[in-house]
């Protein structure tokens, strides 16, 4: 059973950049979340995808956005990078909202804006 | 807004120690809360699950407990080995609102000594 995905592993960019990572969820589950989590800081709740919609949003600017498509899987893009967007990206994946059986998370993605 | 705080920040123990890890939350009004390790570098595992009506729940030589009225949980590790270091993260998404967003504490690190 394979669990949550995610990728890249690492990626390198700019400040001004645009990127996108990718997540896929554990099979069986339906929603997908996303948190930011600086070093040596707990994740911090992006926002979350049901039904291809997004579900709830934390306190993230819109240079934030995301996707799920129709298999579960979902894409977080970010606009215009800051240095302060260097962080641990992880997608988590849960079935509904994730309260019954909680939410399940990747191994992240390591973003490094210079 | 809830508020979760873990006590301490570090904890170095000899292998073999018995340990507790605290975390405490403003808001009571909680769907469950969840308990992850987390390697340096790498995504959450997720370790136990206690759901709102719950007191405590168990998995080999972890017990975690939850006190809902007091805005408690602890989590107790029997018999420590080394392969326990890692950081030590709780999330309690509140019962409102329609995704079980996970506010997490910063997380405890334990580094278990030989």
């Known amino acids: 059973d394979a669990g949550v995905t995610q990728s890249p592993t690492h990626l390198i960019k700019t400040r001004g950049q645009q990127v996108t990572l990718r997540c896929s969820p554990k099979s069986g589950h339906d929603t997908v979340s996303w948190y930011q989590q600086a070093l040596g800081q707990g994740p911090q709740f992006i ?4 039904e291809e919609e997004e579900r709830q949003r934390g306190n993230f600017p819109d240079r934030f956005s995301g996707h799920q498509f129709p298999n579960y899987s979902s894409e977080l893009n970010v606009n215009a990078l800051l240095l302060g967007d260097s962080a ?12 019954v059986i909680g939410q399940f998370f990747g191994p992240g993605t390591r973003l490094t804006v210079l | 807004k ?4 873990q006590i301490p920040a570090a904890l170095s123990v000899p292998e ?7 975390c405490s939350f403003t808001d009571s009004a909680i769907y469950n809360l969840q308990w992850f390790r987390q390697d340096p570098g790498k995504g959450l595992t997720s370790l136990l699950l206690i759901q709102s009506s719950q007191r405590e729940q168990t998995s080999g030589r972890l017990n975690a407990s939850l006190d809902k009225s007091s805005g408690r949980s602890t989590l107790y590790i029997a018999a420590s ?15 409102s ?3 079980r967003q996970l506010t997490f504490g910063s997380g405890t690190q334990l580094t278990v000594l030989p």
Do not use: H, I, R
């Not at chain 1, 641990?88 to 309260?99: F, I, N, P, Q, W």
């Not at chain 2, 073999?16 to 605290?22: A, P, S």
């Not at chain 2, 326990?84 to 999330?91: N, Q």
């Open chain 2, 97 to 99: 609102g329609s995704a």
């Open chain 2, 16 to 22: 073999g120690e018995n340990l507790v890890l605290n």
């Open chain 1, 88 to 99: 641990l990206y992880l997608c988590a994946s849960s079935l509904g909202t994730g309260g």
């Open chain 2, 81 to 95: 080995q080394p392969g326990d270091s890692a950081t030590y993260l709780c999330a309690a998404p509140l019962s």
């Open chain 2, 2 to 5: 809830q508020e979760v705080t």
């Open chain 1, 47 to 50: 926002f979350q995808y049901y």
